[in-house]
């Protein structure tokens, strides 16, 4: 596929390394991308999540973060610049990626609409559900406020470090 990928779309060359139990993508310069199995992740979500008590916001955060970067493919900025309103729909739950005023986008066609209801188990996809509803309900939350931010009434998102860096610890 990697092959594939190089000969009939001109990515750069690319290598699945495995070491141990660790997978990584090595290539030329260019390529900067990390692999996670759904078992790693699985590992990563039970750390998030802690002991029997209740998340906190910012851990809420940072979880719903980490399922809609392995789930969905999206990159550290899409993700930082998500506004409330790119969450659509009930049952058929999408999430939609676009140029807005929090972010740019890498390619007119990094411009993409993510099927959640298709990609995420129930529990996660519930997961994220309950954060847009929370998040919906917060004081001054419109559709384009951004779906994470520091504090209920923010109108600018909360920085990588503190929406990401907990998943860099873990």
């Known amino acids: 596929f990697l092959g594939f990928l190089q000969v009939f779309h001109e ?18 310069a260019e390529v900067r991308a990390n692999l996670m199995t759904v078992t790693e992740f699985g590992r990563l979500q039970r750390m998030l999540q802690g002991g029997p008590s209740p ?74 559900r309950q954060w847009h509803a929370f998040r919906s309900m917060e004081p001054g939350a419109t559709a384009s406020a951004p779906l994470f931010s520091d504090s209920p009434g923010d109108i600018l998102p909360c920085s990588r470090e503190t929406l990401l860096g907990p998943l860099a610890q873990a």
């Open 11 to 28: 990515t750069p060359g690319m290598l699945i390394v495995r070491e141990g139990r660790k997978s990584s993508l090595r290539g030329t």
């Open 55 to 128: 998340l906190g916001r910012t851990q809420r955060m940072t979880l719903v973060a980490a399922i809609l970067a392995f789930w969905g493919g999206l990159r550290a900025a899409e993700i930082q610049g998500l506004q409330i309103g790119d969450l659509q729909g009930v049952d058929h739950l999408e999430l939609l990626i676009q140029r807005n005023g929090f972010r740019d986008v890498k390619s007119e066609a990094s411009t993409r609409r993510i099927p959640l209801f298709a990609l995420l188990s129930k529990e996660d996809l519930e997961t994220v």
